[in-house]
């Protein structure tokens, strides 16, 4: 059985008091314990909210990691730091890590062997822009993400990562991918798990969609049978919007 996943990414938003305030609302709540429920909020705040989530069932993660083990890179966090205050999940390769920071596939590579090596759980993201949807080549460059991001991985490392499909022309934009088309590429990711680890790897992998989900249109997303749950934006930084998609199972 695959893990249910709905993870929060707040991006670059919230100062101090409304994150405290969000994350006390989130792990607060009650949601059906169904699901595994992630908070992401920016690295200032992370070594508080884990301490908050500490004796609940929320996780907490952060938005990027160095690639680098540790020594003279002013500005970054590496794994070690980031496992020190008790997070456990950590974003490789957002969308917008990608277009506003260069970062590469090679890059990504590294950043997940690092996140793995200190016992982190990486969410790698891959996704197509619209024009590259338009031209028909959404596959091919997915593929290339996951095969120059992930396939330097054995079978038993490739079990500790999450995928996140996010279509690039509907993140923050309010337009989501169509019910069919997040199925239709979450399965297309499933086989090329499945070509490179075989079926019962594959069928082990949670894959999220992220891209404008909301409580309106979560419930038919997650109905898809390769869609594991979602990588939330926007509606993340609303708990009660947070919560209906954690329930839409």
């Known amino acids: 059985m695959r893990k249910k996943i709905v993870a929060g ?3 670059m ?11 006390t609302e989130v792990i607060g709540s009650s949601y059906d314990g169904s699901v595994n429920l992630i908070v992401i909020p920016p690295a200032v705040f992370v070594s508080e909210i884990t301490k908050i989530a500490a004796s609940s069932k929320v996780a907490v993660g952060v ?17 070690a730091m980031i496992k020190s205050v008790g997070a456990q999940y ?8 990608r277009a506003y ?11 997940v062997k690092q996140v793995l090596k200190d016992e982190l759980t990486p969410i790698y993201c891959c996704g197509e822009m619209l024009e590259e949807r338009e031209k028909g080549n959404h ?25 996140a499909y996010e279509p690039v022309w509907a993140i923050g934009t309010g337009v989501t991918a169509s019910s069919d088309q997040a199925q239709e590429m ?15 790897t594959a069928q082990s992998i949670s894959i999220l969609y992220g891209g404008s989900c909301k409580p309106s249109n979560a419930k038919e997303l997650f109905l898809n049978k ?17 919560i209906a998609i954690a329930n839409s199972f």
Do not use: M, P
């Not at 938005?63 to 794994?79: H, R």
């Not at 095969?147 to 500790?160: A, M």
């Not at 979450?186 to 019962?200: P, V």
């Open 90 to 97: 950590a974003l490789v390769g957002h969308s917008e890590r």
């Open 63 to 79: 938005q990027n990691t160095s690639q680098f083990e540790a020594g003279a890179y002013t500005g970054e966090l590496c794994t």
């Open 139 to 163: 596959f091919n460059l997915v593929k290339t993400q996951i095969k120059e991001g992930l396939f330097h991985l054995d079978s038993s490392q490739i079990l500790n990562c999450v995928i």
């Open 9 to 11: 990414n707040w991006k």
């Open 101 to 111: 920071f260069n970062e590469r596939n090679e890059v990504l590579a590294a950043k």
């Open 186 to 200: 979450h399965a297309f990711i499933r086989e090329l798990l499945t070509d490179k680890y075989g079926a019962d």
């Open 13 to 23: 938003n919230k100062v101090h008091a409304d994150a405290i305030n969000l994350a």
């Open 226 to 242: 390769d869609v594991d749950g979602g990588l939330i934006g926007g509606a993340s930084l609303n708990t009660s919007d947070f």
